[in-house]
């Protein structure tokens, strides 16, 4: 059988204050009551003795406040690489001192009603929805009117109307493309990987790459098409080779797409990054393991995560969407090219 916890009148009388000041020592509310510090002493020596531990769904019955959050997710908290954004979520969470909830609807509208509905009916006080992938959601019509922030996705919204949290993919595209411009390249440098406007991320890493490239006064020589998987890649980049290609740099799309132009260039008897050098987008773990170490814009998971609740928990001010940094990690797949014989 399971020991009776203390109360908050044994802790009064064993400190020999009366209960609403062990209440307002407990709470942190000693100041504007003009507690002594002897008595708040007491309190807390005799909280510690005790082994006091305040009843919190009591708490939450007489305030209205639950000190819980849910974070509602497609996939994001079964990925193993999206899921520092939950580990993030959690930290922030447990630093406001809140405890967070997670569900995962795998993209189920059903599955996505009835996790918010047993949220709600757990008295939650505040959402965060969250997508695997950016890209543009409908918020839930259960949320409406809640405390809801956005996390990797958006609304359509002419005006926000929460605090959304996204990668600047805009600017990564741009980080890609001056990296290189960096390095001396200013031709010879193809994109790698399937073009496509209907996918967030993709459409604004290109048009940071042209914009950076075009105020450079160059461009992309080209476009290697293939899915965003290592096989793909694979057989794009050596068909491409084969026919002839010779590229001076590739700028891939993510890094499972450079994993594929490695094997090519490798099997194709190019070095990287004496030949060719590879530039990419993610920084996941498999960036670090390719040899050479793969170049690569990092998405910012953990740093999302922590900003989701942050801006949920934290001092409260206008809705506006925040487009996190994504940073280069710079390691050995980027060099200068080599001159033409």
């Not at 003009?34 to 807390?44: C, F, G, M």
């Not at 967070?100 to 008295?123: N, S, Y």
């Not at 530039?279 to 922590?306: C, K, N, V």
Request: aromatic residues 6%.
């Amino acid at each position: 059988m399971a020991p009776q916890r203390a109360t908050l009148l044994q802790v009064a009388q064993r400190a020999g204050v009366s209960r609403s000041t062990a209440s307002f020592v407990l709470t942190g509310r000693h100041l504007d009551m003009r507690i002594s510090e002897d008595a708040r002493q007491r309190v807390l020596r005799a909280a510690q003795e005790l082994d006091y531990r305040p009843n919190l769904m009591a708490r939450s019955l007489r305030t209205k406040v639950t000190k819980t959050v849910a974070l509602v997710s497609d996939t994001l908290a079964s990925d193993p690489y999206a899921g520092r954004a939950i580990h993030g979520s959690l930290a922030a969470a447990v630093a406001y001192g809140h405890l967070l909830f997670i569900g995962e609807t795998e993209g189920d509208p059903v599955v996505e009603e009835k996790l918010i509905a047993d949220f709600l009916d757990r008295q939650v006080d505040a959402f965060v929805y969250a997508s695997m992938f950016t890209r543009y959601v409908r918020l839930p019509k259960q949320l409406k009117g809640r405390r809801v922030v956005l996390l990797n996705c958006l609304t359509r919204s002419a005006r926000p109307i929460h605090h959304t949290i996204i990668p600047d993919e805009l600017s990564a595209g741009r980080s890609a493309a001056r990296t290189l411009l960096d390095a001396g390249h200013r031709a010879g440098i193809y994109l790698v990987g399937h073009v496509t406007q209907r996918v967030f991320a993709c459409r604004e890493r290109m048009a940071g790459i042209r914009d950076e490239l075009g105020d450079a006064g160059t461009r992309l020589a080209g476009t290697i098409d293939c899915e965003w998987w290592p096989d793909s890649a694979y057989d794009a980049v050596s068909r491409a080779l084969a026919d002839g290609l010779v590229p001076k740099a590739f700028i891939c799309l993510n890094d499972r797409i450079a994993l594929g132009a490695y094997q090519a260039l490798r099997e194709a008897g190019r070095v990287i990054p004496d030949d060719v050098s590879v530039i990419s987008f993610d920084d996941s773990e498999m960036a670090a393991w390719l040899r050479p170490q793969l170049t690569s814009i990092s998405l910012p998971h953990y740093q999302l995560g922590w900003q989701a609740i942050e801006r949920l928990l934290g001092v409260a001010t206008e809705p506006q969407v925040h487009r996190l940094p994504m940073p280069v990690r710079v390691r050995e797949s980027v060099a200068k090219p080599t001159p033409e014989l």
